[in-house]
């Protein structure tokens, strides 16, 4: 019985969760942020570099006339860089900063589809047995087998990485 309960809390977190993520590929796994936060997908295009920024902020695109920081996700999450290839976007994304929301646009290997998540494909992000930081991980969606990685976008950077992007924007 009261399994039951632990349960029936667990799935109630994470329904609050559930819906539409845009799911991509970073080094062979799956990640999915919330379709809402999703301003635009858009192919590799020309990004000015700009001096003194982290490693993982790539530098600058102008989308349209409007000048947005882009960050490689892959640099971000410390994996290895690879060359761009034709299959490279960025994806634009709408995060809090510290002056309101801004758009950043983040680099991903590959977008791969838009998936509905049910509150009972979810789980939450599981402990590590070490101090890792995974406050980033909204939850894992269990699906066709796999896990998709769920990312709150809006805690993949901290506060100080996030006004170094509102700064190079």
Not at 13 to 33: C, V
Not at 88 to 108: F, H, P
Not at 125 to 149: C, H, Q, R, S
């Amino acid at each position: 019985m009261e399994e039951t309960k632990v349960m029936d809390q667990a799935i109630s977190l994470m329904a609050d969760k559930e819906g539409k993520f845009l799911t991509f590929t970073l080094a062979g796994e799956e990640y999915g942020i919330g379709i809402l936060k999703i301003k635009e997908i858009i192919g590799m295009m020309a990004i000015t570099t700009v001096p003194q920024t982290p490693d993982f902020v790539k530098g600058v695109i102008n989308l349209r006339g409007k000048v947005i920081p882009v960050m490689d996700l892959r640099l971000r999450f410390d994996m290895e860089s690879i060359d761009y290839n034709e299959r490279t976007c960025i994806i634009v994304v709408e995060i809090e900063g510290e002056s309101g929301t801004i758009q950043i646009g983040i680099v991903v290997d590959s977008v791969s589809e838009v998936l509905n998540v049910k509150a009972d494909e979810m789980e939450e992000t599981p402990t590590f047995g070490t101090k890792l930081n995974t406050e980033y991980i909204m939850g894992m969606a269990k699906m066709e087998g796999g896990v998709k990685i769920l990312l709150d976008i809006d805690r993949v950077l901290n506060a100080d990485e996030i006004s170094a992007l509102e700064k190079a924007g």
